[in-house]
């Protein structure tokens, strides 16, 4: 039998402090289900004054399932050990995905930015609770996009992507650094940009759409050729952007009304801490969009809106909430005022 220990990026206690432990290991055991082996006594264990997470198996794990443990938010090295031989320990190599530089969602700090390490665990475990896997052509949405965190995250992962954004300064900067980022890199691309529609009012929603590969052969393919798209417009009019059941995963960091608003439909409640109004009028619509066996991660402060509120909300929205451990092991504290939470629900 065999011992794996995982050990811990040193920035994963900066971002969740006392709390990541705990959600390391819930995303740890979302990934060992998936697994092509059974896996048991999953801990967190010290050796010689260092911290690892462990479990054991019967034999050495596949490509695939390396694969797996290399996508881990917080993973930093992999070893092996033989059970009943503790003074060896042997370095496994991993394969993190990197269809862009992962760097890319590191190098640019501004307020409101979602962390990179919490970002990548919410698309895995999206990812872990949805019918598909990292194989599929994922097509992801984050619905309140900012400045592209999840967009990129995902594209480090080959995933074709999908943005909306209400704040156009945010876009445009967007749109700027992501082209710059592909001529630096000397990527294959373009970028188009198209009107998607325009509301009653007069509002019009764009599209600024990259289609990208590292090289003109790859860019030729349409497996290789990649997509990353930018809405300036609302996830209230989702429905209208796309058709039906075009994603596999929608992912957000909910806006937490501090940095910025909440645009819902009513005019006068443009500022409002509580996602709850633009819960209402979205989820309807991002059930519309997002496949059967797909799922929708979304982050919240739940100082201002209670979990069960928000799962009641999704339960009549026809969606399947899932709460069992290891669900309930995502709630961290992210200063004073913000505990944050995500909740992961499937389309059934
Ligand atoms: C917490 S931020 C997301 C930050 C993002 N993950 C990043 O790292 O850049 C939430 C974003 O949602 C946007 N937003 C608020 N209401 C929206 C709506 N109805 N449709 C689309 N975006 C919205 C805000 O402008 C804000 O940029």
């Known amino acids: 039998m065999l011992r794996y220990l995982l050990l811990r990026n040193p920035g994963h206690n900066r971002v969740y402090y006392l709390e990541s432990e705990k959600l390391a290991l819930a995303e740890l055991t979302l990934t060992l289900h998936r697994l092509e082996q059974t896996c048991a006594s999953i801990e967190s264990v010290d050796l010689v004054g260092v911290n690892y997470l462990s479990f054991i198996v019967e034999k050495s794990l596949s490509e695939y399932d390396l694969a797996w443990l290399s996508r881990l938010s917080f993973i930093f090295a992999l070893f092996v050990q033989v059970v009943g031989d503790e003074s060896n320990l042997k370095p496994v190599a991993l394969n993190p995905p990197s269809h862009i530089d992962p760097k890319i969602s590191m190098l640019l700090k501004y307020g409101g930015k979602t962390n990179e390490i919490f970002t990548r665990m919410m698309i895995n475990v999206g990812l872990l609770s949805s019918d598909y896997s990292f194989t599929d052509s994922i097509q992801l949405l984050d619905p309140v996009a900012g400045k592209g965190t999840t967009l990129y995250e995902a594209a480090t992962s080959g995933f074709d992507v999908t943005g909306i954004e209400t704040e156009r300064k945010m876009v445009h900067e967007t749109t700027l650094f992501f082209k710059r980022f592909l001529e630096e890199e000397k990527y294959k691309h373009s970028l188009t940009k198209h009107s998607m529609y325009s509301s009653s009012t007069g509002q019009e929603a764009f599209i600024q759409l990259f289609e990208y590969a590292p090289d003109k052969q790859a860019f030729k393919s349409e ?45 006068h409640t443009s500022r409002t801490r509580s996602p709850a109004e633009l819960m209402q009028t979205t989820l309807p619509e991002f059930h519309k969009i997002l496949k059967k066996g797909g799922c929708l991660v979304l982050a919240w402060n739940k100082f201002v809106w209670p979990r069960e509120e928000f799962a009641a909300l999704l339960y009549t929205t026809g969606f399947q909430v899932l709460d069992a451990d290891p669900y309930d092991q995502f709630t961290h504290r992210v200063d004073q005022s913000i505990k944050r939470d995500i909740v992961v629900a499937r389309k059934p």
């Open 223 to 267: 497996i290789d050729r990649k997509h990353l798209a930018i809405i300036a417009g609302n996830a209230i009019h989702s429905r209208r952007y796309f058709k039906a059941e075009k994603f596999h995963l929608i992912i957000g960091d909910l806006p937490y009304g501090i940095a910025h608003g909440n645009k819902g439909k009513k005019k």
